[in-house]
C-alpha cells in the first residue's frame, strides 16, 4: 500500500483517533498512554509520530518526546502542536530513526509496523535503542476484509519473543472512544518491557 503522506497532512487530524480533537476520543488515549508510558518522567521516542497527537499527550505527562517521521508536512504540524514543549521532531525513517547514540525509556510506534518491509529487524534496532528496562509501546492491528492489511497480535508478540521479558496485549477493538467510532477489525497495543 502506497500512501503519499505528505499529501494527507493536510486532512490527516481530521480522523477521530489521529487529531484526538474530540475531548473524549483524547481522553480515551490519554489514559491509555498514562497506562503504557513509565510514571515518572522520561525520554519517548514517537516513531512515524505524523502530526504529533500522541506526542502531545506524552508532553503533557512530562515526557521529553523526540518524534521521526518521514512526511515534512506532517512534522510541521507535529512542531506546532507541541510548540513550547520538550520536543524535537526530525525527518527520517521509522526503522532506522536519525538519533545517533541516543537511548530513551519508551519507543511508542502506532500503525507504523505493519507497513515496514522488515519489522522484525526494525524491532531488533528499536529495542537496541531503549535504556535498559525500557518499553515498547507499539499500537497495531489488521484492517479491512476483502485485502486485510496490518499484523496480528499474534505474530508480533511473536516476534517479540526473543527480545523481550515481559510482553503485555491490550485489545483495542472493543473500546469505541480510542477510534471515535465502533470497529470490527482488530486493533491492539503491545507493551514490552525488554
Sequence with gaps: MSVDWDAQAEVFDDEPDHGLRDPQV????????E?????????????????????LLAAERGHRVTGVDRSLPMLERARAKLA????VFLPGDAAAPPVGEQ????????HVLWALPDPARALRHWRDLLRPHGRLVLVEG???????VGIPAARLTALLAPLARDIRVEDLT?????????????RYAVVATV
Excluded: I, N
Design 103 to 110: 537511548r530513551f525509556d519508551t519507543v511508542l510506534v502506532r
Design 26 to 33: 483524547r481522553a480515551a488515549w490519554a489514559r491509555r498512554l
Design 35 to 55: 497506562s503504557w508510558l513509565p510514571h515518572r518522567a522520561g525520554d519517548v521516542l514517537d516513531l512515524g509520530c505524523g502530526t504529533g497527537s500522541l506526542s
Design 142 to 148: 489488521v484492517w479491512g476484509t476483502l485485502s486485510p
Design 174 to 186: 472493543d473500546d469505541p472512544l480510542l477510534w471515535g467510532k465502533t470497529v470490527d477489525d482488530e
Design 84 to 87: 513550547g514543549r520538550d520536543a
